[in-house]
DNA sequence: ACAAGTCTACCTAACACTTGGTAGACTTAG
DNA sequence: CTAAGTCTACCAAGTGTTAGGTAGACTTGT
């Protein structure tokens, strides 16, 4: 048997990925990502069923990255340095071309996208929920205000990353996170 | 000359608003806004040039609604009452078949949508930031820190609506923004 | 007063174009 | 040879938009 060609299939998820942070599940075309990746749009089909599996997948992937990247922070730095630190992993995304995470578009195009893609995108959020609630109990709060207060913690980054790309300014986001922190809403 | 009708006008710019703030420019249509009108989608152009422009009309009306509003609330309440109240505004869209703000469909769309209906857009956030900036002043926070402060705010409110609407569940934005009092970066 | 002209508001029908998706043939590496 | 991977060549449905026409209400000159 021929040994599966694993990098097409790659350089399209990268590619959709790049277009579905840019332009959402509505804007992500199969022209534009198939000359992106360099073959022609028919191809696409042959890894991926239908548009509805291909942003499924790429959903799929990007909550498991961000769950590993949130463990690599946390198994490296206390809990206060962690929760610190958390802005870094949405900064990552505006200076990567201005680009905002898939969960921010959710919220736009809820209506308009496959159930399957919907419900890998909501793991996103879960995540980053799941992740600050961890820090902040490891880090002294009470129990019953943890999850409440990730919850506002991941609101407040994700409007913020959503504010600056918007303007198209990753300064706006510093700021922001800069006022979140002088308030005390964030540890500084 | 004749009188102009203007009820198909509103209608159309009715049900554009809420199309826009359900699907995004993207997602507005002229076929199906045409249906809920109760009009061919040609008839649309009798009234707007195209979509760009009706789009940017819509948005243009928007914004100052919501200039309107705002105005309402200080000129009946304190500053720090105003500031108590301010939510609420963003609290309505999800209350209204859990739509969002155009503001921040913009986030997502910005790079896909016509300048002219961009530069619209964008005065919605310059009203709320700059009446949220007047509010604090009033209120007695320092000079220096009230921009920030109140770009931050809109931020996190945008944020909290845009989570709330992901879940279709506005128990969420009431939760998120009782955070936010509670951990002292909005007012209680 | 009344016909001629003008304007509003809408229609039908088609336009050029883009979308996701399909069928089947070709190429190439093991 | 075989299967993976890609191709060419389509298609049906949907997009914003335009052309040209119609019914009826208003305005105007005589």
């Given at each position: 048997m021929a040994s599966p060609n694993v990098i097409s299939k790659e350089k399209i998820m990268v590619a959709a990925t790049k277009m579905a942070q840019d332009h959402g599940y509505g804007g992500l075309n199969f022209r534009e990502l198939a000359e992106a990746v360099g073959?022609?749009?028919?191809?696409?089909y042959h890894h991926f069923p239908s548009k509805a599996d291909l942003a499924a997948a790429i959903a799929t992937k990007y909550w498991k990255d961000c769950a590993t990247d949130l463990e690599t922070i946390s198994s490296a730095l206390d809990p206060i340095s962690s929760l610190k630190k958390y802005p870094v992993t949405f900064r990552r995304s505006l200076q990567n071309e201005n680009r905002i995470c898939l969960a921010s578009f959710l919220a736009a195009e809820r209506t308009d996208i496959p159930e399957k893609v919907l419900i890998e995108v909501y793991k996103f959020a879960d995540v980053n929920i799941a992740w600050l609630s961890k820090m902040l109990k490891a880090s002294g709060s009470e129990e019953k205000t943890c999850e409440p207060r990730a919850r506002a913690i991941f609101a407040a980054i994700a409007g913020a990353q959503m504010i600056a790309r918007s303007r198209a300014d990753i300064d706006i986001f510093d700021s922001i996170v800069a006022d979140y922190q002088a308030s005390g809403f964030l540890p500084s």
């Amino acid at each position: 048997m021929a040994s599966p060609n694993v990098i097409s299939k790659e350089k399209i998820m990268v590619a959709a990925t790049k277009m579905a942070q840019d332009h959402g599940y509505g804007g992500l075309n199969f022209r534009e990502l198939a000359e992106a990746v360099g073959i022609k749009p028919a191809s696409i089909y042959h890894h991926f069923p239908s548009k509805a599996d291909l942003a499924a997948a790429i959903a799929t992937k990007y909550w498991k990255d961000c769950a590993t990247d949130l463990e690599t922070i946390s198994s490296a730095l206390d809990p206060i340095s962690s929760l610190k630190k958390y802005p870094v992993t949405f900064r990552r995304s505006l200076q990567n071309e201005n680009r905002i995470c898939l969960a921010s578009f959710l919220a736009a195009e809820r209506t308009d996208i496959p159930e399957k893609v919907l419900i890998e995108v909501y793991k996103f959020a879960d995540v980053n929920i799941a992740w600050l609630s961890k820090m902040l109990k490891a880090s002294g709060s009470e129990e019953k205000t943890c999850e409440p207060r990730a919850r506002a913690i991941f609101a407040a980054i994700a409007g913020a990353q959503m504010i600056a790309r918007s303007r198209a300014d990753i300064d706006i986001f510093d700021s922001i996170v800069a006022d979140y922190q002088a308030s005390g809403f964030l540890p500084s």
